[in-house]
């Protein structure tokens, strides 16, 4: 698990050797735009160990994606995360604006659901969206998952979308 490939993609599990590309990629404006916002140097080093101690924790979490060049393309995942009241497991990706409109995001989110579902025999895995983030919720369409419900999720209008075993 602390490391797998797709098609055109290598994963490894998340370390303090990807902070530098990880501060690079938050820092940049149009993909932090459904994230948040933008973060500091520092917000990045706490996100980095939280996610880090999420892997100790429960044997999965984020990984640092590359290309099969060696160049760093983004990051994504599989983490606990509460909804409403209830404890979720969801898949993330976040690509560099240069990896964009490649099916990228499409070709992680398959192999991250197949993970959740397959691997560590999940009932459900689930995809939270903003509303408006018409790019993300098509990943998860074509990934499978199905529309669940609107919510509120740190004060701004989200989607679920949920996939079953
Ligand atoms: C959202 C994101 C992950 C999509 O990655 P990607 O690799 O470009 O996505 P894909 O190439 O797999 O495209 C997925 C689908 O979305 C569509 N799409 C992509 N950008 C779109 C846009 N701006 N508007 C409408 N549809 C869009 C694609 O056409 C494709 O659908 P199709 O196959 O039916 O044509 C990427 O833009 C990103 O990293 N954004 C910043 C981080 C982020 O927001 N992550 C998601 C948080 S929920």
Redesign the pocket.
């Known amino acids: 698990m602390d490391r797998f490939s797709t098609e055109r993609l290598i994963a490894e599990r998340l370390n303090e050797g990807h902070l530098t590309d990880l501060v690079a990629l938050h820092l940049d404006p ?6 948040g916002g933008v973060r500091s140097a520092d917000v990045t080093k706490v996100y980095v160990a939280t996610n880090m101690t999420h892997w100790d924790r429960h044997g999965f979490g984020l990984w640092a994606l590359r290309t099969k060049d060696g160049a760093f393309a ?1 990051r994504a995942g599989i983490r606990h995360i509460p909804v409403d009241g209830v404890d979720e497991i969801e898949i ?6 240069n ?11 398959t192999a991250l659901t197949d993970i959740g579902l397959s691997q560590l025999q999940l009932p459900s895995v689930i ?4 509303v408006e ?7 998860l ?2 990934a499978g998952y199905a529309l669940e419900k609107h919510t509120a999720h740190h004060g701004e209008d989200v989607v679920i979308y949920r996939i079953r075993r």
Do not use: P
């Open positions: 149009d993909v932090s735009r459904y994230l983004g993330a990706y976040t690509f560099k604006r990896h964009w409109g490649q099916g990228l995001a499409s070709e992680i989110a995809g939270l969206v903003s983030h018409v790019a993300s919720r098509r990943v369409e074509k």
